[in-house]
């Protein structure tokens, strides 16, 4: 028996997708997004409470949240009762605070990953623990439904846009006790971005903002009432919808912004002048500050 916990959409997809492949019994302990994303994907939603579940199984699989505190507790209890826990990451970013409990590191007996580049720097972060590489079964997912939808090809004149959100002034609020210890807020890439729209190359149509799982769907309405452009707020399609549908898929360095690459569409990053270097590993990801360099010093400027 298996005690799956999750909390955050983004381990919530990889474990969902990895269970749609295991045939071993489980037992589910969910919390937030990943009500849903469990409800969607594998038609089970039914959670028991943690201790149960620990009492149940005979290993824990996890993912990693910064929003809750679930899975670090399962992690501790699994340890205090010696069963074998598995944390499976989910991105390429923050691995060291992801495991974090005020301060007290509590890891894993074993940490899964979905690709070289985050096993990579996984051993760098973690050199005591055994990393292991599994395929990517959300992506797995992820490239099965894209093939079955038709998507068209990019219009180089005009394009439609998902701008998709992180909260990225709540995560830096709570790990570092400064909203904008990275540089820069949520709300600041995207003016960035709307202020040098016309720099991507082609007119851009409709702007489609999908606020992050953990966020209000009205948290991003003050945009449309500070430009002309045609701006809707998405979020009630999936993901995978959302991103079909669109010619560009902007963000920070948001998962989305991978979901986008795989349905090969182009992908750019609006951290702006002062923030961060986006941490995302893969090259094809373009970059708004580059772009507007570029296009500042074209001779039509």
Same mark, same amino acid.
């Given at each position: ?6 909390? +955050?959409? *983004?381990? !919530?997809?990889?474990? $969902? ?12 302990? %969910?919390?937030?997004?990943?009500? +849903? ?7 089970? =939603? %039914? ?9 149940? $199984? ?21 340890? !205090? !009762? ?52 599994? =395929? ?35 995560? !830096? ?31 851009? =149509? ?14 991003? +309405? ?39 690459? %795989? ?10 002048? *002062? ?27």
């Amino acid at each position: 028996m298996i005690a799956i916990v999750s909390h +955050d959409a *983004g381990g !919530a997809e990889i474990l $969902s997708s990895w269970l749609r492949r295991c045939e071993e019994p489980y037992c589910l302990v %969910l919390d937030g997004p990943a009500k +849903d994303i469990f409800q969607r994907k594998i038609g089970v =939603s %039914l959670s028991i409470p943690l201790s149960e579940a620990i009492k149940q $199984s005979d290993w824990v699989l996890c993912g990693t949240s910064w929003q809750s505190n679930l899975e670090r507790q399962a992690i501790a209890r699994a340890k !205090a !009762a010696g069963k074998r826990s598995v944390a499976f990451l989910d991105h390429w970013v923050y691995y060291e605070v992801r495991f974090q409990d005020q301060g007290v590191a509590v890891y894993p007996d074993e940490l899964w990953v979905g690709d070289m580049e985050a096993k990579r720097i996984a051993q760098t972060a973690f050199p005591g623990l055994p990393i292991v590489l599994k =395929s990517n079964p959300y992506f797995e997912d992820l490239q099965i439904e894209f093939e079955k939808i038709k998507i068209s090809p990019l219009n180089s004149k005009q394009c439609s846009v998902l701008y998709v959100c992180e909260p990225i002034r709540e995560h !830096a609020l709570l790990q570092h006790g400064d909203e904008r210890y990275w540089g820069y807020t949520e709300e600041d890439a995207l003016r960035f971005f709307v202020k040098n729209i016309n720099v991507i190359g082609c007119t851009v =149509s409709k702007i489609k903002i999908r606020p992050h799982p953990s966020e209000s769907k009205t948290k991003y +309405d003050w945009i449309g009432w500070s430009t002309s452009l045609t701006i809707e707020i998405g979020g009630d399609k999936t993901l995978l919808e959302e991103t079909a549908e669109a010619d560009v898929v902007v963000g920070c360095e948001s998962m989305a912004m991978v979901v986008g690459l %795989l349905a090969k569409k182009r992908v750019i990053s609006s951290i702006p002048p *002062g923030g961060k270097s986006c941490s995302l590993p893969q090259p094809e990801i373009e970059h708004l500050q580059l772009l507007l360099k570029d296009y500042q010093r074209s001779p039509h400027v």
